[in-house]
């Protein structure tokens, strides 16, 4: 069985196809700029990115070009589109609708639409890609696979926000969660490598953006991303977690609008922000290398949010297992994580140096016989939605 798999972003998307036989990667690509000047998409045949610039004024343009270099005889991906058993689509926002992923028809489109008042940036781009997928392959089912479900297993203590109680009942303002569908990957192949489901685990997904979870037992109990994917850890451009009174603060003495705010808060802050230098990672480490000492303050302030996360989420829990790198930053840089893991050996963390060498590998980088496993492993969302389609449609055909 093949399955296809799609993340739709307002003008861009990525794609994958899977053999669910032997879960392999037959092709992968990119499309980007749809609706703006210079749109472009890129196909990857193993040995080589192909990049086509045409026209691509919206998603259907895009994935009907996407569509047709998957049966192009040239690349010899497949060679016919009946071959696709399935379209699994990343959908940021299920809200408390959905626990796990879902076989998608009319009435899940009806419950994404309002979910999209969560998720205006997010949830719009991922209908969209629904919609044309259903338009150009009528008859191949499609599965909603969403960032936030598995943080559905929170406690209320741990969601609910100390507002006035209403705010949630009349506008749903709580803690949801995203990056849900790496954490489950990253606990579930460590929960497997250790052979055991009754962990207390922390997973660290490290990237442009960045969340923590705290997982017991196979469940999400904690996470720092929160009613939004702003909250929580320092990322690229996001501030993560602030005072609130800082807002009108900043409106006030700045003069700026709600909207200048947000944009500030979500595009210009973070990494970028504290550093003046940049929102990659490897920029700003490169900068403090060479003395540079706003981007020091940058990664001291990151490394410092992620460790009181870790900690507190272990008391949390009771205790603590494991840790496990993902993302990015996580997979690649060992010095973030021996900066991050450093300070915790009374709590039993301790990173084992010549192991931590190492990027975008699946290892122990704890030392023999640590009381805190630290892992780092790679996340693989795409195989994760590909094999929540496979579950959901199996039995369809
Ligand atoms: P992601 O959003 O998961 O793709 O992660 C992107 C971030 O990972 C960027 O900020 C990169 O700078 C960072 N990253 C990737 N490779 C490395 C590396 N070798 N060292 C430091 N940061 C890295």
């Keep these: 069985m093949k399955i296809f798999v ?12 899977l053999d669910m036989q032997t879960e392999e990667l ?16 890129l196909i990857n045949d193993g040995q080589e990115k192909h990049r086509v610039f045409t026209d691509l004024p919206d998603h259907a343009v895009a994935l009907q ?3 047709d270099a998957l049966v192009d005889p040239k690349f ?5 589109l009946d071959e696709i058993s399935a379209v699994g689509h990343r959908v940021v926002h299920g809200a408390e609708a959905y626990a ?3 076989l998608i028809d009319d009435d899940v489109m009806n419950e994404l639409e309002k979910c999209t008042e969560l998720a205006p940036l997010h949830n719009p781009a991922n209908i969209i890609g629904i919609e044309a997928i259903q338009k150009l392959m009528p008859g191949t089912p499609n599965v909603g696979v969403f960032d936030t479900a598995f943080h559905q297993t929170m406690e209320p203590a741990a969601y609910i926000y100390a507002l006035p109680y209403e705010m949630y009942t009349k506008h749903g303002v709580r803690r949801y969660g995203f990056h849900g569908t790496s ?5 579930e192949r460590v929960s497997a490598i250790l052979g055991r489901d009754d962990l207390k685990v922390v997973t660290c997904h490290l990237g442009n953006g960045a969340s923590v979870t705290a997982i017991d037992s196979g469940k999400s109990v904690e996470t720092s991303m929160g009613f939004t994917p702003l909250e929580g850890l320092v990322m690229g451009t996001r501030s993560g977690q602030i005072d609130p009174a800082i807002i009108s603060f900043l409106m006030d003495k700045e003069n700026m609008t709600i909207d200048e705010l947000n944009n500030m808060l979500n595009k210009k802050s973070g990494i970028l922000g504290v550093s003046g230098v940049s929102s990659d990672f490897r920029d700003v480490e490169a900068a403090a290398d060479e003395g540079h000492e706003r981007s020091q303050l940058a990664l001291d302030v990151f490394h410092r949010r992620v460790k009181r996360y870790i900690a507190s989420y272990a008391a949390v829990m009771g205790g603590l297992d494991a840790i496990v790198f993902t993302g990015g930053l996580g997979e ?4 973030s994580r021996k900066l991050i893991c450093e300070g915790m050996e ?3 963390v301790e990173i084992d140096d010549e192991r931590n060498d190492t990027r975008g590998k699946e290892v122990e980088i704890s030392p023999e016989g640590a009381k805190v496993k630290i892992y780092v492993i790679p996340t693989n969302e795409e195989l994760a939605i590909a094999r929540d389609t496979l579950a959901l449609t199996k039995d369809l055909v």
């Design 6 to 17: 799609i993340n739709c972003g307002s003008s861009s998307l990525k794609f994958q196809l």
């Design 26 to 41: 037959i092709t992968s690509g990119l499309v980007e700029r749809i609706g703006i000047e210079g749109s472009c998409y």
């Design 65 to 67: 070009h996407v569509l």
């Design 346 to 348: 009374f709590m039993g």
């Design 183 to 187: 954490h489950k990957y990253v606990s």
């Design 332 to 335: 690649n840089s060992g010095r």
């Design 100 to 102: 796990s992923s879902v």
């Design 76 to 80: 010899g991906f497949i060679s016919s």
